[in-house]
């Protein structure tokens, strides 16, 4: 990303310009949160119990700003919608992003079923990659403000409570 030649120093094509990487910003969306926690992971070397001493450390803090300022925020990036910078990298191919770093899901529902006027993207699995789980959450909120049993939340409450859903 920081090469200044850029595509012409990685693979002598200097009229693909630089390299492009994306990912959402992490104070916005949880994906690009998670794509700075993975790069802290491979920066020490650790599978596993990463520590705040290592997200502190000088060299990785100097590292990771060296990095983000190379990341390209276009269009969708603004709003933290990972989808928006997905749609992007398949309607406009290199000219948008390179690479971008998003949830397995996008790219199944993109890459397999979406457009692709500039053909086919190339999916890559990084060295270090880590689940996501959204949860059911029910708030602690007045009987008033809950969802009915009838709405679909209440449905779904339903649904995730039933036998066959636990079992």
Sequence with gaps: MQDPGG???IADRPEWGLFKFGHTHPNKSNSGLLTLALMA?????KHRELTAADIADPRFQAWLRNFERSVTRQRGSADGK???????MVLRGPSQYDCLML????????LERGPRP???????????ISGNDHPYYILDIPEKQRPS??????????FLLSEPTQR
């Excluded at 949830?103 to 993109?110: K, M, P, Q, S, T």
């Excluded at 049993?149 to 339903?158: D, I, K, N, T, Y």
């Design 82 to 88: 990972l989808g928006n910078d997905m749609r992007e």
């Design 103 to 110: 949830y397995e899901n996008l790219a199944v529902d993109y």
């Design 7 to 9: 595509w012409g120093s």
């Design 149 to 158: 049993a009838g709405s679909v939340a209440g449905r779904f409450l339903e």
């Design 118 to 128: 500039l053909g086919r993207p190339l999916r890559v699995y990084p060295g270090r």
């Design 41 to 45: 992971y491979g920066f020490s070397k």
